[in-house]
């Protein structure tokens, strides 16, 4: 069975400091990453995705990623976190191939509420 | 441009009614998802369209669940009798197709129907 880890429920950090949003999967084979942001009644937004190569990804609003796959996790970072970054963080696998078309479906976290203080 | 819309925003039905979700999607998206999330917890995968063609509709929890996108665009979410279980928010997203195999692309979410079943 595919799943996906969000070991912290919420993340406290000040303005300014780096912020670390940590994510681990167990899937079969090899998968494609994704982090989403959600803020309040709203969808998910995406930020950033890995799928091959240089294992640091950018994206969005200036956030990065980090694939390692000898620890099969995809940590969210931020060298400087603001207040406006406050929401809530999902991280989402897919897979590259699968029986049937399960490999089209998103796995998702169950979330990390990230707290930005002034 | 136009998002990935979703109707009503808001939906709150009795115990036993019938109730059907609208979903919009990107112009031009030919794949459809609709995810469940719980409350506190990340989103649940229902079931996958490609165009007209619903082809995987492993997570629908019942058969009281049912999807359709007759035309290869919209799409409706009609749950029938529901019970208290299937409070949640509701949400559809879509993603461009650029091929058979195309799990690597990010999927784009409606801002999602909260239904509250009493």
């Known amino acids: 069975a595919q799943s996906v880890a969000q070991p912290e429920d919420q993340v406290n950090v000040a303005e300014g400091n780096p912020l670390t949003v940590k994510c681990t999967y167990s899937v079969s084979g090899n998968p494609y990453l994704f982090w989403y942001v959600q803020y309040p009644n709203r969808g998910l937004q995406f930020l950033l995705k890995?799928?091959?190569?240089?294992?640091l990804v950018k994206g969005s609003y200036g956030f990065e990623a980090e694939f390692n796959k000898s620890q099969t996790s995809f940590h969210l970072k931020k060298p400087s976190a603001l207040v406006s970054d406050s929401a809530l963080y999902f991280c989402?696998?897919?897979?590259?191939?699968?029986?049937?078309?399960?490999?089209?479906?998103?796995?998702f976290g169950s979330g990390t509420k990230l707290n930005v203080k002034p | 441009g136009a998002g990935v819309s979703q109707s009503p925003r808001y939906k709150v039905a009795k115990r036993g009614q019938d109730v059907a979700l609208r979903c919009d999607p990107i112009?031009?998206?030919?794949?459809l998802f609709w995810y469940q999330q719980a409350l506190g917890q990340g989103p649940e995968f229902l079931t996958y369209f490609q165009n007209e063609a619903q082809l995987d509709k492993s997570g629908l929890p019942s058969d009281r669940f049912f999807a359709e996108r007759p035309e290869g665009s919209v799409s409706t979410l009609k749950i029938q009798r529901t019970q208290q279980e299937d409070s949640a928010v509701y949400l559809c997203?879509?993603?461009?197709?650029?091929?058979?195999?195309?799990?690597?692309?990010?999927?784009?979410f409606g801002p999602g129907t909260r239904l509250t079943v009493l």
């Open positions: 989402a696998v897919s897979l590259k191939v699968g029986a049937g078309y399960n490999f089209n479906k998103f796995y």
């Open positions: 997203a879509s993603r461009r197709t650029s091929g058979v195999v195309d799990s690597y692309n990010e999927q784009f």
């Open positions: 112009s031009g998206h030919v794949s």
């Open positions: 890995y799928i091959t190569g240089d294992n």
